[in-house]
């Protein structure tokens, strides 16, 4: 129940276009839902984060959206950028241990200029 | 730069051996996190400080403990090296317990000959 899945493992895009990372989870007490940007040779960084009280959220060419019923959120890049070649993990936390997070396995992405 | 600086950045030896991860939290941020980023297990939280006191527990061996200073900086102490405990190990710091940001450091990447 503690388990994030992502998907796809990578994900090659062309510059403009979009790129769609999905994730899933089981345990309805996570309350929190953020997106991590990671660059070869650095930790992870956050991109943008979601509470289950909202469907969606966007944060200049970065969206998260959420579907509570289905347990499940994605974040999706627009107009993407050879730039935004990075490893990209979903993950999640519940009320109380906000920072505990949980992890998916992440996603390579990689955008052709 | 996150703020949170980690040494060593490279750290080789050998089974069987001891060895202590340091990390110096951003200044300002009281609490410090302890993640450990493998192929097989992806990322994975290990523990948390906050102020000095272990706040929470996650993923972590026995064979492994930490402590958070008086002056902040946090080590992570890991004895009894197996070849499976290579990996990169992350230190994250925010400000408090609650929903602030988590700041990550480069990490320590551990090998285990």
């Known amino acids: 129940q503690q388990q994030v899945k992502q998907s796809p493992q990578s994900l090659i895009v062309q510059k403009g276009g979009i790129s769609i990372i999905n994730c899933a989870y089981e345990?309805?007490?996570?309350?929190?839902f953020p997106w991590y940007q990671q660059f070869p040779g650095k930790g992870p960084a956050l991109l943008i984060a979601i509470r289950p009280d909202v469907s969606e959220k966007k944060e200049g060419r970065f969206t998260i959206s959420f579907n509570k019923s289905a347990k499940q959120f994605s974040l999706h890049i627009m107009d993407s950028q050879p730039g935004d070649s990075a490893t990209y993990f979903c993950a999640a936390s519940m009320l109380g241990s906000a920072r505990q997070l949980t992890f998916g396995s992440g996603t390579q992405l990689t955008v052709l200029p | 730069d996150s703020g949170v600086t980690q040494t060593p950045k490279h750290l080789i030896t050998a089974t069987g051996q001891r060895v202590t991860l340091r990390c110096s939290p951003r200044s300002g941020d009281l609490s410090v996190y302890w993640y450990q980023q493998s192929l097989d297990q992806g990322l994975q939280f290990l523990i948390q400080?906050?102020?000095?006191?272990?706040?929470a527990k996650g993923n972590i061996l026995e064979r492994f403990s930490a402590q958070q200073f008086p002056d902040l900086h946090s080590e992570l102490n890991l004895s009894s090296l197996e070849l499976g405990d290579s990996a990169l190990y992350f230190c994250?710091?925010?400000?408090?317990?609650?929903?602030?940001?988590?700041?990550f450091g480069s990490g320590t990447q551990l090998s285990v000959l």
């Open positions: 994250a710091s925010s400000v408090g317990t609650g929903r602030e940001k988590l700041f």
């Open positions: 400080y906050y102020n000095g006191e272990e706040r």
């Open positions: 345990n309805t007490a996570f309350d929190y």
